[in-house]
């Protein structure tokens, strides 16, 4: 199936990434081993080279962004560390752990003794596999463009079981699929790794140097995933990098699983360079979370296909309501703060949206090809129509109508939005009663914080087994400073 996505704004993920899923087709034990396009975004400091020794860039200067194609994400660096190949193919890679600290012991995969794997023909990622940015091409251009470093497990570990001490801290807003990314991290290392000790940072990066960690088995977690939210807890804001790397290397911790989205992974990125400062054996793994699906390239993030099936419950409520009114109009507003994504998807599924407003295309409300007079119609053609609009949508409209703009912003660093379904339907009632002399039935549906506040479906519950499992096999083949991704 082909398919068309919107440029999305570049602010998401400032982090440099790579590596791709670890699929093997031939395997049917491990949900890990299942045919997937993944990613590690990696934060962007050193990579290790490819299969040579090549040059470490400055980490002082770094500036990120997402990007890639089947699960691969691009690390774009003012100093990147790429390397050209053939038919005009350039290679950029990762960080590792040897970056800095260059002479570790390695060890082998304990996944190679794992009875799950043993029917398998090829266990692990080798260091000469990349992913390509770019899945379509032509004739002239084979083999040209962007590659990234494959994701899944090596056959080589730079962790024992025995000496590994994981955390795990969800930042931000919640999402569904938090819980089971948790679970599948907890239970991956536990089972597919060996490791025992296991820890959740409690309420977010605060956490770290105010509370007390959490311990992690897979009894604590194993039903979790059934439950909307974070067992760990959340919050916004609360990063005081010192304090917490400080608190990193006193408890000895060696992994972190950091799941957070914009806000979140600039702290992972600032956690990152600090640990590299102070030559310590740690990796830092991100999980990118954002329920608007406004990642570059890759096709969803977790719990987005979970927003839109619970989205569909207010649109038919919404269609219920309209359509048993003269004039009725139902408008629901869905999450949406830069793209549209959640709202598109559950328009076209509905399929009883009349008129679906999103951030990335700009409307207006008077003149012949207006919001009011495409109202007008469709209530004269219909006799009920709904409308969806996403939160971001016609901010300018807003600011212009109220005579000002508020830059305001919530501890993450993200503008509080003004409320653009509560003025819609404002806007419309008093546009009917003044023009056309008449009144129209409204009813406003708001599932916002609805929508992200409950248990992940199935195939979003997959897709979340598979992030974790990739950040795993990341973090123990020493890679560091990126962030999983799978599309």
């Not at 399929?351 to 469709?378: N, Q």
């Amino acid at each position: 199936m082909a398919a068309a996505v919107a440029p999305i704004p570049a602010h998401y993920l400032h982090a440099a990434v790579t590596l791709a899923s670890h699929g093997n087709a031939d395997s049917k034990s491990l949900v890990s081993n299942l045919p997937r396009r993944g990613a590690f975004l990696g934060f962007g400091v050193r990579g290790r080279g490819s299969s040579r020794a090549r040059p470490m860039h400055d980490v002082s200067n770094i500036q990120l962004r997402a990007a890639g194609k089947w699960g691969v994400v691009r690390s774009e660096l003012l100093n990147p560390k790429s390397e050209a190949g053939a038919c005009g193919s350039t290679f950029e890679d990762v960080p590792h752990i040897t970056d800095w600290l260059p002479d570790l012991e390695t060890f082998p995969n304990p996944l190679k003794f794992n009875p799950a794997y043993s029917a398998v023909k090829k266990y692990f990622v080798d260091d000469d596999d990349f992913v390509a940015k770019d899945i379509v091409v032509n004739m002239e251009n084979v083999g040209s463009g962007l590659h990234f470093r494959r994701a899944g497990p090596r056959d080589k570990i730079y962790f024992r079981a025995e000496e590994v001490k994981a955390c795990i801290v969800t930042c931000g807003g919640l999402c569904p699929g938090l819980n089971t990314v948790i679970r599948e991290i907890v239970c991956a290392l536990w089972y597919q790794y060996g490791v025992r000790e296991i820890y959740g940072i409690d309420g977010g990066y605060r956490g770290f140097y105010a509370r007390n960690t959490i311990t992690l088995n897979p009894k604590v977690v194993n039903d979790i995933h059934k439950r909307g939210g974070t067992i760990l807890g959340t919050s916004r804001g609360g990063h005081d990098t010192m304090k917490i790397v400080d608190s990193i290397e006193n408890r000895g911790i060696n992994q972190v699983y950091i799941i957070g989205g914009d806000g979140t992974h600039k702290g992972a990125e600032a956690i990152h360079e600090e640990i590299i400062k102070r030559g310590l054996k740690v990796v830092v793994a991100g999980i990118p979370k954002t329920i608007d699906n406004d990642i570059d390239i890759i096709d969803k993030s977790f719990g987005f296909d979970t927003a839109v099936e619970e989205a569909q419950r207010a649109i038919n409520a919404a269609h219920v309501e309209a359509e048993s009114t003269h004039n009725g109009v139902g408008v629901v507003k869905l999450m949406g703060r830069y793209s549209g994504y959640i709202a598109m998807y559950a328009t076209l599924a509905s399929r009883d949206v009349d008129c679906c407003l999103i951030p990335e295309v700009p409307f207006f409300l008077e003149g012949e090809d207006g919001l009011y007079e495409f109202v007008y119609r469709r209530l004269r053609e219909n006799g009920h129509m709904v409308v969806v609009v996403a939160e971001g949508s016609g901010q300018e409209l807003i600011a212009e109508s109220l005579s000002s703009l508020d830059k305001m912003s919530d501890a993450s660093g993200n503008r509080l939005l003004l409320d653009v379904g509560l003025w819609l339907c404002q806007r419309l009632k008093e546009h009917f009663l003044k023009v056309h002399k008449e009144s129209i039935t409204l009813k406003y549906i708001d599932p916002t914080y609805m929508i992200r506040a409950v248990p992940s479906i199935a195939s979003d519950n997959v897709y979340c087994t598979l992030l974790a499992h990739s950040a795993i096999h990341g973090a123990m083949a020493g890679f560091c400073g990126f962030t999983a991704e799978s599309c």
